[in-house]
Structures are given as C-alpha cells and as structure tokens.
C-alpha cells in the first residue's frame, strides 16, 4: 500500500495496482478526469513533488509528448498505479471550474 501525501490535503493510501485517480478521488478530492481514464485529455495531471512515481505506460507517455512546455514531473494520475510512496499536487479540479461534474469515472484495473 503506497502512501500518497496530497499537498494542501491529507495523506491517502493507494492499494497496489489501483489508478491513482481513482485512489485521489475516493478520498474526497476534486480532481478532474474528463477523459474517463483513457489518457486522452491530460486534465488528471499530478505534479509529482517526492518519490518515484514508476514507469510510465506507452498511452501516457504518447500523450503528454504532445504538450508543450510541461515539466518532466508531470504524470497522467488515471495512467499511474503508485508502487511507492508519493507526494503530489493535483493540478486541475473541479471546484475551480465551472463544470457540473468531474468527468466520467475511470475503471478499476
């Protein structure tokens, strides 16, 4: 079980193999995800502040090549399952929008 320190939030656990989206959301935060897990609209992002986040995946890795300008500690949280432990800061939420809705929730793996 990874522990994950949020900055501004508490820390939360994140069971191995677990998205770490999913892991962010069920533990109240607001984090946006309107792709639904499908690493097609990068507003999931996690700035990764400590730790080793782990290898990113093919689907990732593709998209966050075509952004311009983010920094290498920048991850897909809907493509990530923490290994170890993290300490992030999510980028985008929903309450500093003016959406209805977070988005379609990703899947479990």
């Known amino acids: 079980m990874a522990t994950i320190n949020i900055e501004g939030e508490s820390a939360i656990t994140c069971a191995p193999g677990r998205r770490l989206v ?11 995800h309107r792709c639904g897990g499908n690493a097609r609209c990068t507003t999931c992002r996690v700035e990764i502040l400590d730790g080793e986040p782990g290898v990113m995946n093919e689907q990732e890795r593709e998209r966050l090549a ?3 300008e983010l920094a290498p500690n920048i991850r897909l949280s809907c493509q990530m399952t923490p290994e170890s432990d993290l300490t992030v800061r999510v980028i985008n939420r929903l309450s500093a929008t003016d ?3 977070a988005g379609p929730r990703p899947e479990e793996w």
């Open 99 to 101: 959406l209805d809705d």
């Open 22 to 32: 999913l892991c962010i959301e069920d533990a109240g935060i607001d984090i946006l």
């Open 66 to 68: 075509r952004e311009d």
